[in-house]
């Protein structure tokens, strides 16, 4: 079934965050060689982008590599840092074609000079293209994100260009990643665990959370949709009461 066959909700969540989990086990369960869960979890991802931006989704975020997988064994690691490179390459057509901007967030130092100018580059590539914005999270973790923009307050504080007694939450959610994208509405994770694994700690705060055991490279768009049309469904109080909440929806 193409991706446009696919009914979307009419309410739709403005930044679906994606934690693709699975790959692993998806290659033992089918008896693939080594690896080749995560080259299968990498195909998986291109119809997803599609339905996504087709169906009118702002920001899609993917966690590919996290801060804590570089503790994985170094022929792991080695080979997702090649399927990262050959990911980027290969979603450029498809970035050109559907005018996707094409982003990356997490702790570029530790990542090779040859990755990070491959990022840097498909980055400049599609910074006009507005159509939607895929994300890509590499060597990421929530931690230290919120660690890293504590870390732009207290150089602003130390410059004497602000008082640490005026830091509020607000200003701290300038400086943490993706601060200029809406805050992740929906947050999804394949394979069968029910956590977030310290995936956008600050930015998911109210996301509406689907878990499903679904192994990665298995997940299709008819799955997201199934998501998204219970996430229409529920009600989202950020702290108010039904009562609030139904009144303001019946002002509008």
Same mark, same amino acid.
């Given at each position: 079934?193409?991706?446009?066959? %696919? ?9 679906? *965050? ?6 692993? +086990?998806? /290659?033992? $369960?089918?008896?693939? !060689?080594? /690896? ?15 339905? &996504? %931006? ?23 690691? *080695? #080979?997702?840092?090649?399927? =990262? ?13 559907? &005018? ?16 990070? @100018? ?31 923009? *504590? ?8 410059? !004497? ?7 509020? @939450? ?8 993706? $601060? ?19 995936? #956008?700690?600050?930015?998911? *705060?109210? @996301?509406? =959370? ?13 799955? #997201? $949709? ?7 469904? +529920?009600?989202? +109080? ?6 609030? %909440? ?7």
């Amino acid at each position: 079934m193409s991706t446009s066959a %696919v009914t979307a909700p009419n309410i739709l969540p403005r930044h679906i *965050a994606i934690i693709m989990d699975g790959n692993n +086990r998806y /290659g033992k $369960a089918n008896n693939l !060689g080594k /690896g080749q869960g995560h080259i299968a979890g990498k195909t998986a991802l291109d119809p997803i982008v599609e339905y &996504c %931006v087709e169906t009118g989704i702002e920001v899609l975020t993917v966690f590919a590599f996290s801060s804590e997988n570089w503790q994985r064994p170094p022929s792991e690691v *080695a #080979l997702l840092m090649q399927l =990262l490179a050959s990911t980027i390459d290969e979603q450029m057509p498809r970035m050109k074609k559907y &005018c996707i901007r094409l982003r990356f967030i997490g702790d570029r130092s530790q990542l090779s000079e040859e990755l990070q @100018a491959l990022m840097a580059d498909a980055e400049a590539e599609t910074a006009s293209f507005d159509a939607m914005t895929l994300v890509i999270a590499i060597s990421y973790g929530g931690q230290w994100d919120i660690a890293h923009a *504590a870390k732009q307050l207290a150089k602003q504080v130390q410059a !004497g260009e602000l008082r640490a007694e005026d830091i509020s @939450a607000e200003m701290l959610g300038e400086q943490v990643q993706l $601060a200029d994208a809406p805050a992740v509405d929906m947050l999804v994770r394949t394979g069968g665990d029910y956590r977030i694994s310290n995936f #956008l700690l600050w930015q998911a *705060a109210y @996301a509406e =959370l689907f878990f499903t055991p679904t192994l990665w490279p298995d997940f299709v768009p008819e799955e #997201l $949709a199934s998501m998204m049309a219970k996430f229409a469904q +529920r009600q989202r +109080r950020f702290g108010k009461t039904s009562e609030q %909440v139904g009144i303001e929806q019946h002002s509008r």
